[in-house]
């Protein structure tokens, strides 16, 4: 997969908004920008993905740089329950889909 | 919910058991992943079926056997495993297989926490 690297941890006060960074500067053209989740001891849950525009669903909100070297995923109004680990993945060109997840990020949302 | 199904949810056996770890989706879906998690290591995909068909097998040992006879339900058929092997099992389902730097949309279920003794 096109290397992806994120923080390894972020804290995150209740109410605010959380900006995670993910920097993907060797992706190519045609390799969307996915955002998983992974809350401790269940699997994985989709968060949101994207090409080249900004996208928002009711989860988070997308903004990928004009480049595509870059992307971060914003939660609007942490909770406790966005505790997570989170994924930034960007499936390559020859992986037909498979998701290469790595270590992510770990998002502690304190009170 | 996420329309995928896992059992056991916990097993523990002995190195020299065989046991199955069985996977349902409800979602129609035409493809389906096995994934391991070890202990503060990232995923790793396993095993991935499209249409009932194996198409990726990332180099696991033989001791992990996958089945998928339709769709809905995949199998991981688990042998003669080895402690180094517990783990959190995931199975995962898609609407189908990606395609060139874009995937579809993975709904994962619980897992499978799996220890050897």
């Known amino acids: 997969d096109a290397k992806t690297t994120q923080p390894t941890s972020m804290d995150c006060a209740e109410g605010r908004a959380a900006n995670l960074p993910c920097n993907h500067s060797?992706?190519?053209?045609?390799?969307?920008v996915y955002w998983y989740r992974q809350i401790h001891s269940q699997g994985p849950q989709y968060i949101i993905h994207g090409l080249k525009n900004n996208e928002t669903n009711e989860m988070a909100s997308l903004i990928i740089t004009e480049d595509r070297k870059s992307s971060t995923l914003i939660l609007p109004h942490a909770t406790l329950r966005d505790t997570a680990v989170y994924y930034c993945i960007v499936p390559t060109t020859d992986s037909w889909g498979k998701l290469q997840f790595g270590a992510g990020t770990q998002v502690v949302v304190t009170p | 919910e996420t329309g995928v199904t896992q059992t056991p949810r916990h097993l523990v056996m002995g190195m020299t058991n065989k046991k199955s770890l069985k996977c349902e989706q409800h979602?129609?879906?035409?493809?389906m992943y096995w994934y391991k998690q070890s202990a503060k290591k990232p995923l790793e995909l396993m095993f991935v079926?499209?249409?009932?068909?194996?198409?990726e097998n990332n180099s696991v040992p033989s001791r992990f056997s996958p089945e998928c006879p339709n769709s809905s339900h995949l199998f991981l058929h688990l042998h003669t495993l080895q402690p180094e092997d517990s783990a959190l099992y995931l199975c995962?389902?898609?609407?189908?297989?990606?395609?060139?730097?874009?995937?579809?949309?993975?709904?994962f279920g619980p897992g499978t926490r799996l220890t050897v003794t």
């Open positions: 060797t992706i190519s053209g045609n390799e969307y």
């Open positions: 079926y499209s249409l009932e068909e194996r198409v």
């Open positions: 979602l129609g879906h035409n493809a």
């Open positions: 995962a389902s898609s609407q189908a297989m990606g395609q060139q730097g874009f995937a579809y949309e993975q709904y």
